[in-house]
Each structure stands twice: as C-alpha cells, then as structure tokens.
C-alpha cells in the first residue's frame, strides 16, 4: 500500500544519505569538545524539534537494521548525532569505537574523499 511505499523510499533515501552525513563531518567530531552555539529563538526551537524527530526515526531504523540485513549501527549512530540530549557525544563515541564501526565510518568518508576521524579518547 501507500504506506509501505513511503516506508521502502524512506529507508532507500535514508541508506543513500548516511555516507554524505557521514563524510560532511569533521575529522574532530568524535573528540571531546567544547560546547558550541545553538540557534536561538523560534527557528532554534524548530530546528530542535525537527532535528529530534528526524533523529529518533533513524535511532529506530537503525536498531531494525541491526536485526536485519543492514548498517544499523551506522544508521544508529547518524540518528544520534542528529539528536540533542544530556550524555550524547559519550553515547556517540562509545559505539563509534567499536573497531568494525569505526571502520566502516572512515571507508564512508573515503569514498566521498574525506580524511578519517581521529580516534576519540575512550578515557570519558
């Protein structure tokens, strides 16, 4: 139905997009780091929500591709870090350090001919 053609576009859509958000990141994006400027004001807010939202979506798409065929903790990962809540970049980093997923974040950026991410330090 209708609904299962959104859902099969969203995910191919979704699968196409990881490997660009993941190679517009900054080599520095898993180090510790100070807190930066938020948008402020009702576009802040909007961008909050939307952002939220759009990132619990690929939270739940990545823990269905963990138990299917998939990259569901790389899926896992981008919805993360879209997301904003207390503990996230430690979240962050304690999958991304997972050797075969940290692997599979730097063949991303290489193929888009970014360099790889610096290791974080996992003394948190």
Same mark, same amino acid.
């Given at each position: 139905?209708?609904?299962? +053609? ?12 990881? /490997? ?5 990141? !900054?080599?520095? %994006? ?14 802040? &807010? ?8 759009? +990132? ?5 798409? +990545? ?5 299917? !065929?998939?990259? +569901?903790?790389? &899926? ?8 904003? $809540? /207390?503990?996230? =970049? ?7 350090? =997972?050797?075969? &997923? $940290? ?8 193929? %888009?001919?970014?360099?790889? $991410?610096? %290791? /974080?330090?996992?003394?948190?």
């Amino acid at each position: 139905s209708i609904i299962a +053609g959104v859902s099969i576009l969203l995910l191919i859509a979704t699968l196409a997009a990881t /490997p660009w958000f993941i190679a517009s990141l !900054p080599t520095d %994006y898993l180090l510790p780091k100070a807190l930066d400027s938020r948008h402020t004001g009702v576009l802040g &807010v909007i961008i909050l929500v939307f952002r939220n939202i759009l +990132g619990l979506a690929l939270v739940i798409l +990545g823990l269905i591709l963990m138990i299917t !065929p998939g990259p +569901g903790l790389v &899926v896992l990962l981008v919805g993360i870090s879209l997301s904003e $809540f /207390p503990g996230k =970049h430690r979240l962050l980093i304690s999958i991304a350090i =997972h050797p075969n &997923v $940290f692997k599979s974040l730097n063949w991303m950026r290489t193929r %888009y001919g970014k360099p790889a $991410f610096e %290791y /974080p330090d996992t003394n948190l």
